[in-house]
């Protein structure tokens, strides 16, 4: 009964003597805008830690590793939010990051996930997500979508998280034809944006009629803006799974309060803020439940996820045989 | 004559300082990222498609702008109309534009919701998009019609006046005219008028940046950047940056054969008596093309004062700190061209030798991007490149100015020694006497050319910045686009609009200054 309890006081000390320690933590440009995860979660850390949190938004997820990689050991990153599994093992061999130090995690994800550096916060299914009033029959597959003259637009794999997983769903889905695919698709992209934030904001200006996000992206429209125009395209190749993950950087000036916002990462404090402004299904589910209208959301029955050294090894293939036909 | 030893070597000791830093930063860079390139994987499909967006979009960019300014320019030559001076001097404002604010001016014209678009819904028809190869096509012709028209325009105006008179005397029509006068005037003209836009958009990123359409709209210097920041990939990016450098050599060097025309000619203030044209139809097409020339400047820049207006007053102070930012990057410029150009241009005139001026102009075919990489591969066992990114922005930024420094100076300097030289001279008025008491005052206007264009280029730098920039540190410009890519459209016209008129005041401010009081 005691441990616990000089624990606690332990962290309290340990939070006073921080107070003025700031927690750097890398992440992704949606993650920090006003209407994102960024403030709420803030908020309820800083609340706890006596510290002064400060999110650095540094374009899209796959960017946070390259800006990582760039900066080195020198990096002021103390904490690294949004990079997902397919870079994890490229990420792992950077030897910046430290273990999260938190023994067999509980998840709710639909897979298991064993990983002793990184830790899942939330995920989700990629998936075309398009406008009833102007795309009455949504294609069913990706051949589909190929055939149909709808416009597209797509993210860089190089810098952008959703770029990447479609790269390797479409790898998932046409194995060696992937290229073949790539080459049918190619006119009806209208452009490749770096992230997913302009992608998504050009789909909402009306420059393309179905723009790659999430299944989840649709209950943004209808909780947040009462709208119900926006839905995801199913396909019946399945959809890829995508499990966004945080990291300790090693080189971190302030380790106790790194591991600190490790352990708040699957607290609902943090969890509990993913649905209604990540618009992503929480990695532990929040003791109150998805919030009403995530129901109505199109749910895979066959997910589709590459994991550890297997995604790794088929990333750089896969990006290049994109960029090959795509730059034709 | 009675200059002294010390000074002599003075003037020279500076000028070779000043040029050996210039040839350190333009070509040392380049031998750090020849180093690095060694061990670069294989240039590869993705690559190819680059080298070859670049040519072809910048011969076509070259090709449209050049084509397009031989009627424009010939029927700014031959009629005379109210403001057609300020219409002139309009041309000459593209040259100080931030790009950055002409790609917002441009998406709001030609974008999917621009008001071409609106148009062609209202009438039925399928809106355009502005990303894409055509999209910086568009964006190059923008820029360098204007640039082709004064040169052209130039051309015309150097056929002396009593030529179309004996011609009209001798009853030509405006076909003998073209024959006679014109097509040999074009054929000096053009080639070179061709050469420098085909350069100014070999080394285009900012343009690229914002409206290429990914993998399929890449130039090499956007692909540079992308190997850089995306891949952590500094072999690839140096392998890249060795491809643009033998590419702007190789332009370069065609270009010397050729003589490029200078962009700042005086007397394009008159028109010429033209008597063969001055019929209604070819008055009416006159009128025409100077109204679509001038619809095709003037309306982005209008769309920038009319979206940016009403979002002045609710900018969010990132904009505000980023304008700071950016006032502090172009001021530094200022001063570190004037320590680069001064001391060349004083070497140059005083060892008679163009070669000295005509290297510290080398870097007008460098690529900032390819010096930007070769930096950060020299600063990053060293130190924190991004802690230097400011700094590093003025240094490459002074280093583009450079070659327009020089050529505004030295004839200038040339000039006041050959004036008051020897008078100052006899007074042995040397070293900081001679700049104090004899350059500053007599070189004050084209100092103040110089100056502002220098401050007017670094406040609208999209380049280098993009590479060294932290997340937290942008110029005004990178905050302009990031607003534009996170489609906050409010925010980025006001910014624009604030980077527009800075550019312009800096520029005016410098200009002016240079003018009060100064003899002509």
């Known amino acids: 009964m005691k441990t616990p309890i000089i624990a606690a006081g332990l962290v309290t000390l340990a939070s006073v003597a921080n107070a003025q320690d700031t927690l750097t933590v890398y992440t992704y440009d949606s993650f920090v805008s006003e209407w994102g995860p960024g403030p709420v979660i803030e908020e309820n850390f800083e609340a706890r830690c006596g510290c002064d949190l400060e999110f650095v938004a540094v374009g899209d997820g796959a960017e946070i590793l390259s800006r990582l990689r760039l900066e080195g050991e020198r990096t002021e990153a103390d904490v690294v939010l949004g990079i997902d599994e397919n870079l994890a093992e490229a990420a792992r061999a950077t030897a910046l990051f430290a273990p999260h130090g938190i023994e067999s995690p509980q998840l709710d994800l639909p897979i298991a996930w064993e990983d002793d550096l990184f830790l899942p916060f939330d995920w989700g299914y990629f998936a075309f997500v398009y406008d009833k009033t102007r795309v009455e029959t949504p294609p069913t597959s990706f051949e589909e979508l190929a055939d149909s003259d709808l416009s597209v637009v797509i993210q860089d794999p190089r810098s952008s998280t959703p770029g990447l997983g479609l790269v390797l769903w479409v790898k998932a889905v046409f194995g060696d034809d992937a290229d073949a695919y790539w080459e049918s698709l190619n006119d009806q992209v209208v452009t490749v944006t770096k992230g997913w934030s302009e992608a998504y904001g050009m789909f909402l200006e009306g420059e393309a009629d179905m723009v790659l996000s999430y299944t989840t992206s649709p209950a943004y429209h209808l909780i947040a803006e009462d709208d119900d125009t926006k839905a995801a395209a199913a396909f019946d190749n399945g959809h890829y799974m995508q499990i966004e993950i945080a990291g300790k950087v090693a080189s971190t000036d302030t380790p106790e309060l790194a591991d600190q916002f490790m352990d708040f990462i699957l607290t609902d404090g943090f969890q509990g803020a993913i649905p209604t402004t990540n618009w992503m299904y929480p990695a532990k589910m929040p003791a109150d439940g998805l919030p009403e209208g995530f129901e109505t959301l199109h749910e895979p029955e066959n997910a589709l996820v590459y994991l550890g050294a297997e995604a790794e090894a088929i990333r750089n293939e896969a990006i290049e045989e994109w960029r090959a036909v795509s730059s034709q | ?520």
């Open chain 2, 1 to 520: 004559m009675a200059r002294g030893v010390l000074a002599v070597t003075r003037t020279t000791g500076a000028g070779a300082a000043a040029l050996a830093l210039v040839l350190l930063l333009a070509f040392g860079t380049l031998i750090a990222v020849a180093l690095r390139a060694e061990g670069a994987g294989a240039f590869g499909v993705a690559d190819w498609a680059a080298l070859r967006f670049t040519v072809v979009q910048a011969t076509l960019s070259a090709a449209l702008s050049v084509a397009l300014a031989v009627p424009v320019g010939r029927a700014l030559a031959r009629r005379q109309f109210r403001g057609r001076a300020a219409l002139v001097m309009l041309l000459g404002a593209p040259f100080i534009l931030p790009v950055i604010v002409a790609v917002f001016g441009l998406i709001s014209v030609f974008g999917r919701s621009g008001l071409v678009s609106q148009a062609l819904l209202a009438f039925g028809f399928e809106p355009i998009s502005i990303y894409g190869f055509h999209g910086v096509v568009l964006a190059h012709v923008f820029f360098n019609l204007p640039l082709a028209t004064r040169l052209v325009l130039q051309g015309w105006l150097a056929i002396p006046a009593e030529r179309f008179r004996l011609a009209a005397s001798l009853g030509f029509t405006s076909h003998d005219i073209a024959q006679q006068l014109e097509r040999p005037m074009l054929r000096e003209v053009l080639p070179g008028a061709f050469l420098v836009i085909f350069l100014l958009c070999l080394t285009s990123f900012a343009v690229a940046l914002a409206l290429g359409g990914g993998p399929r709209a890449t130039t090499i210097e956007l692909a540079i950047y992308q190997a850089f920041r995306l891949d952590f990939d500094l072999g690839k990016a140096a392998l890249l940056a060795l491809v643009q450098f033998a590419l702007g050599a190789a332009v370069a060097l065609v270009a010397l054969r050729v003589a490029l025309p200078s962009g700042f000619g005086a007397g394009l203030d008159r028109a010429v008596t033209r008597w063969d044209a001055n019929t209604p139809a070819l008055r009416a097409l006159d009128a025409m093309l100077i109204t679509l020339a001038t619809l095709f400047l003037v309306l982005p820049l209008a769309m920038i004062a009319v979206d940016g207006l009403p979002a002045l007053a609710t900018l969010p102070s990132s904009v505000f700190t980023a304008t700071a930012r950016s006032v502090g990057v172009a001021l530094v410029s200022v001063l570190l061209t004037l320590a680069l150009a001064l001391p060349i241009a004083a070497w140059s005139v005083k060892a008679a030798s163009k070669l000295i001026d005509g290297i510290g102009s080398l870097t007008i075919a460098a690529s900032p991007l390819v010096i930007g990489t070769g930096l950060f591969i020299i600063l990053f066992p060293v130190t924190d490149p991004f802690a230097l990114a400011l700094p590093v922005t003025a240094l490459v930024n002074a280093l583009m100015s450079l070659p327009f420094a020089l050529r505004a100076l030295v004839p200038a300097l040339g000039q006041v020694e050959a004036d008051y030289g020897r008078l100052a001279g006899s007074l042995g008025m040397t070293g900081m006497a001679r700049l104090r008491l004899l350059w500053l005052p007599r070189l004050r206007r084209p100092l103040g050319f110089t100056m502002g264009l220098s401050a007017a280029l670094s406040m609208g730098d999209l380049g280098v910045i993009a590479l060294f920039a932290s997340p937290d540190t942008p110029t005004l410009p990178l905050q302009i686009y990031r607003l534009l890519s996170a489609y906050r459209m409010d925010d980025a016209a006001g910014a624009a609009l604030v980077l527009l008129a800075i550019s312009l005041a800096l520029f005016w401010a410098f200009d002016r200054g240079g003018r009060v009081n100064a003899d002509a």
